[in-house]
């Protein structure tokens, strides 16, 4: 049975950070076994431990050392370093790329977050967001000889298409789930899934998938599997919650004399917008219960963006010579003034 619920929605990247070499730190190549690594990090715990270290500098040593172990010995959060550290040097400025992770499949519930304070502003920015795992396997329980475990959740981010918001839709969706390979190498396996899209999801709402998780022991069920919506990039539209965000193209005559013009909606349905008279660029239009569907629909929010014909057209460029000798009065940067003291004294 297929579900959705809303979930908290990260904001954006805040900060830039050094970039990481967690192999550097630990001092073993980028295809080093589990087992390389494991050896790697107790030699240097041995070296840097503060409890037996005469290093000066023992106890920041051995935090970096547990930092890329703690990257380094997980499938799952070694997959996602490296999709996203090819070609990086340790040191330079980094910010994780837009929707790095869509498509990574991660155990445990879907993550609002972990408490990473103890290692540094790289790992917070990199698995602060993604990556982390919450709990463990829900439901065990001993019954007669059998040991039965309700499989582990999952959790993946997908990029879905805003039409698909709003007329609701059946779309395959490919996840890739690092692993372990019997070398003790990260590979990542993928799985294809047909997954009902609701009409009306928001961003940052999460589908889930039941059964679509962890294999349960024991004859127990399987785990469920929780989508974490997100929108690809629209080439008109954004999303600002349930409202629908766009700028509303007009002619200098539309914003003048006003005008009823046409907007294209996602799902491709034409709804008829007026423009007051005297509209300037950047005037705010809202058009109520027309953004993305659902019980409370969201709104429409509309900038007024005004654009001009090419003075490359003659007949435009003999308007705007005929406009420039019959308004010689008119003075544009102190119209301009006048509405923004307007607007500011308005404002307190």
Known sequence: MRGI???????PYKDIVEFKDYYGVLGVPRDATADAVKKAYRKLARKYHPDVSKEPDAAARMSEVNEANAVLSDPEKRAAYDAVGRGRHPGESFTP??????????RGAPPDGMDAGEFSDFFSELFGRAGARRGGPAGAAPTGRTFKMRGEDHHAKV???????FRGATRQVTLRSP????QGRVVLEERTLDVKIPAG????????????????MGGAPAGDLFLEVHFKPHPRFHCDGA????????????????????????????????????????????????????????????????????????????LYEQMAAELPDFDARKVARAEAEREAGGAT
């Open 243 to 318: 409202n629908l965000v766009a700028d509303l193209p007009v002619a200098p005559w539309e914003a003048a004399l006003g005008a009823v013009v046409p907007v294209e909606l996602p799902d491709r349905s034409t709804l008829q917008v007026r423009v007051p008279a005297g509209a300037q660029s950047g005037r705010q239009l809202t058009v109520r219960g027309k953004g993305l569907p659902g019980a409370k629909p969201g709104d429409l929010d509309l900038s007024v963006r005004v654009v001009l014909p090419s003075a490359l057209d003659p007949r435009a460029k003999k």
């Open 5 to 11: 619920k809303p979930a908290p929605v990260a904001g």
């Open 201 to 216: 999801v928001r961003p940052g709402q999460l589908i889930r998938l039941a059964g679509q998780g962890g294999a349960g």
């Open 159 to 165: 990029l879905l298409d805003l039409e698909d918001a």
């Open 97 to 106: 790329p837009p929707d790095w992770d869509a498509g990574f499949e991660f």
């Open 179 to 182: 692993r372990a390979d019997a």
